[in-house]
């Protein structure tokens, strides 16, 4: 929000500098987050007077000009109409920079030397166009820097920072306020008292009728008869400039010099395109669209608030006006609209809309209902006085149900109870008097524009905002020790945290709300909807970590950063329905790119599923999680490729799964390489983890190592055969390792071949091979019968 300094002061006397002020406005709660001065800084550009003038003996428009710096006298070639001897202006020495870039030298113009320039406002960048130099009237001597002369002629716009919850600052009366506040001056309003042609009554001249009076609770209009549209006066310009509004004629810009003066949200209406001279608020129906102002037509969303005529919308309420009733050139008599929508109506309609407005941003943060007349009266006196016309006699105003002002149960003692000070009852009641929160029998009563203030405890917050935070007593408190019991969640999740980034992994933070359209890709058939999302971007929660994490490696790989190792610890939800949803911890790793980073003598490989699966491996055993299996998917997730996807089986239970996102999946990440993903519940791991760790000795005798490789057919998996193989060899077998797989030639169709390496070892004694031989042919004759396998010879 910009604020203008000079305009702020027409309505607060203020006697501080601009950067105390600031100071006391960010202590009060609205942070400033710059001051803007309205002038550049310039360079070597000085006061000067003109001792005198005479006309170019070869130019009849130039005249050559003694100008005084101060300290001595330079002869100046001027070409502007408008100098004269006894001028004080803006001298540009030799060697100057002016704003546009142009630098200062002596020169020869028609055989005359010149040594500097008398300055325009143009030329110092203070206006577009300038028919001739500035002189200026100031009680400075010559030789003055001209930026010391010219802070009287500067302005500064505070750039300020308002809260969702402050829409009463969204203007000058709403700072100024705020100022009179912590300094205890007057606001002073501006007049809106008008001159009304009472011959034309406003009533005979427009109906006005609420049907969705929860969307429009109350709406005023007047009628201004005979006006003359055309440009504004440079007051209004300049005011309209300095906040960084474009001027468009002065009707328009009364309706937006309003809004940014008390807060009110005006329209302006051609009253004459208005059918049957009627008004009529309702709500849109499914389908309807609408020509706004800026030209597009747009698909309402249904039960916006418009603003109808007797057969046609001609505007959005709270948001825009329609081209349809849109003030022209040829406009000659306004309809004049002040209303109060409410607010949930209005957000609504702007995230269907996917439009905002400066109306919108105000009306969906809650305006003032109370000052809807007093704006639109005081817009219709400034309409007048700059575009002419008559006011009709008297105001229309809809207002079917009064909207009560807020009366909150307030008692003083809290005040000091809740802030640590000793303020008395009468300094806490003063205190909020300067806010316009006045005692009643039943309590305090509530301004009609502090929307914010609903209980006991913002008042209490109002009174520690104006007395000053800093102000207050700093209490000494003895610490507190309560004695918690041991959560093991916290202390697992740090414990997988620490060892996932020893493994190498970065954590990231995802958001764990995303679109339904992303929800959609998981089919989740139920995804947990939010009731107000901020946004259609994040509309649900998210049933699993994968978008995150995906969304993640794509953000990476868009700045060519392909070698990822990421994870994320995380809820995720599930609807039950009527009741509230589940939110299990999650947690996913991924892996994408290279296996290793570069490097000259190294020849990189890019990650597979085995990568994952050893690394989940690791993880386990850093856990002293033993009984872990993989098993072929019991279900089919369809994010993941058939072919390369596992569940993670831990002590009989399902703890998760993993494997390789599918090509398809992946591209509607916009990823074109291999992901590999894996996501476990958090529970079930942590009730497989394992504190105690057991340790033996390293073992004393030499161990025997066999190596086996059997024919099964491809339906058969590794992991049941090494469990089976490991019941078999008893005591003796200490270890058994694949290190082959083969299906091809020699094999057969639908078969594979595996290599296993058994060592043999006892705890006690050296081992011979006639009893390993003979616990290592058992093993083969039962590993043949168990999964009909046959003994590979070459």
């Known amino acids: 929000m910009k604020i203008s300094y000079n305009w702020l002061k027409e309505y607060i006397d203020i006697d501080i500098s601009i950067d105390e002020l600031s100071q006391k406005i960010t202590d009060s709660g609205i942070e400033v987050e710059e001051i803007i001065s309205r002038l550049p800084e310039f360079n070597n550009i000085v006061l000067g007077k003109v001792e005198s003038k005479k006309s170019h003996p070869d130019a009849d428009k130039l005249s050559i000009c003694e100008v005084n710096d101060g300290t001595e006298i330079f002869q100046v070639i001027c070409g502007a109409p408008n100098v004269q001897a006894g001028q004080l202006i803006p001298f540009a020495r030799i060697g100057s920079i002016l704003p546009n870039g142009l630098k200062i030298k002596k ?4 055989g005359v030397e010149s040594s500097g320039m008398i300055c325009s406002k143009e030329e110092l960048g203070l206006e577009e166009n300038s028919e001739g130099i500035w002189p200026l009237e100031t009680n400075h001597q010559p030789g003055t820097d001209i930026n010391i002369v010219l802070q009287d002629f500067n302005d500064y716009i505070l750039d300020l920072f308002i809260t969702s919850n402050r829409p009463d600052c969204l203007s000058h009366i709403g700072i100024a306020r705020e100022i009179a506040a912590f300094t205890g001056k007057k606001v002073k309003w501006p007049s809106n008292e008008l001159i009304e042609n009472t011959s034309i009554k406003t009533a005979d001249l427009i109906k006005i009728k609420i049907e969705d009076s929860d969307g429009c609770p109350r709406y005023a209009a007047r009628i201004i008869k005979n006006v003359k549209i055309g440009p504004s006066p440079e007051w209004i310009v300049k005011k309209l400039e300095a906040i960084g509004l474009r001027s468009i004629n002065n009707v328009v810009d009364v309706t937006n010099f309003v809004l940014n003066e008390v807060g009110q949200p005006l329209h302006a209406f051609d ?40 057969c046609r919308p001609v505007a959005i309420g709270g948001i825009m006006g329609g081209q349809n009733s849109e003030v022209s050139e040829t406009t000659t008599d306004i309809l004049l609209e002040s209303a109060y929508f409410n607010p949930s109506r209005i957000i609504e309609s702007v995230r269907g809309l996917s439009m905002m407005t400066d109306a919108s941003q105000r009306f969906e943060k809650g305006t003032d209902f109370n000052i809807v007349i007093y704006a639109l009266d005081r817009a219709a006196k400034l309409i007048q006085e700059l575009a002419g016309g008559e006011i009709s006699g008297g105001i229309i105003d809809e207002y079917p149900k009064e909207i009560k002002t807020e009366i909150i149960s307030f008692n003083p003692d809290r005040v000091n109870r809740i802030l640590g000070s000793d303020l008395s009852t009468q300094s806490i009641m003063d205190t909020l008097s300067k806010l316009d929160f006045n005692k009643t029998d039943n309590g305090i009563s509530v301004p009609s524009y502090r929307v914010d203030i609903k209980e006991e405890i913002d008042l209490i917050e109002e009174v520690a905002r104006l007395i000053n935070l800093d102000n207050l007593p700093t209490s000494i408190f003895e610490p507190v020790y309560i004695d918690q019991a041991f959560d093991n969640k916290d202390f697992y999740i740090n414990l997988l945290r620490n060892i996932l980034v020893e493994l190498g992994f970065q954590e990231i933070f995802t958001n764990s709300m995303l679109s339904s359209k992303v929800a959609a890709t998981l089919e989740s058939q139920n995804p947990v909807k939010i009731i107000n999302p901020i946004s259609d971007d994040l509309s649900v929660m998210r049933p699993a970590l994968l978008p995150g994490i995906l969304t993640t490696i794509q953000y990476n790989r868009n700045r060519n950063i392909d070698n990822l190792r990421i994870f994320e610890i995380g809820r995720i939800f599930r609807d039950q329905q009527n009741d509230i949803p589940l939110q299990p911890i999650h947690f996913a ?32 055993d850093k856990l002293n999680i033993r009984s872990l299996e993989f098993k072929e998917m019991s279900t089919e997730i369809h994010y993941f490729d058939k072919a390369m996807s ?63 490789a059997l024919i099964f057919e491809n339906n ?27 299906s091809g030639k020699n094999i057969g169709d639908g078969l594979k071949s595996i290599a296993f390496r058994l060592m043999f070892q006892s705890d006690e004694r050296t081992l011979n091979d006639k009893e390993v031989d003979q616990v290592f042919r058992k093993i083969i004759k039962q590993t043949e019968i168990e999964f009909k396998a046959t003994l590979r010879d070459k």
């Open 716 to 742: 058969v998996g590794a992991a049941d055969v090494i469990k089976f193989i490991n019941r078999q060899g008893g005591n003796l077998l200490k270890k058994v390792d694949i290190f082959d797989v083969y």
């Open 271 to 310: 009253y004459n395109k208005i059918t049957n001279n009627t008004i009529i608020v309702k709500k849109s129906v499914k389908g309807e669209k609408f020509f706004t102002l800026d030209d597009k037509e747009r698909l309402l969303p249904e039960n916006t608030v418009m603003i109808c005529d007797d």
């Open 107 to 110: 020169a020869k113009i028609r």
């Open 646 to 708: 596992s569940e993670v089986i831990i002590n009989g239970s399902n703890a998760g799964f993993f494997g390789k996102i599918s090509a398809n999946f992946a591209l509607q990440f916009d990823i074109d390489n291999e992901v590999f993903y894996a996501d476990f519940n958090l529970s079930e791991v942590f009730k497989r983890i394992s504190l105690e760790k057991k340790y033996k000795t390293i073992a004393k005798y030499p161990y025997i190592e066999k190596d086996l």
């Open 589 to 620: 790793i991924a892996l994408s790119g290279m296996r290793s980073p570069e490097f000259w003598n190294d020849k990189n490989s890019p990650v597979d599923f085995y990568d994952i699966k050893g690394l989940i491996e690791s993880l386990c």
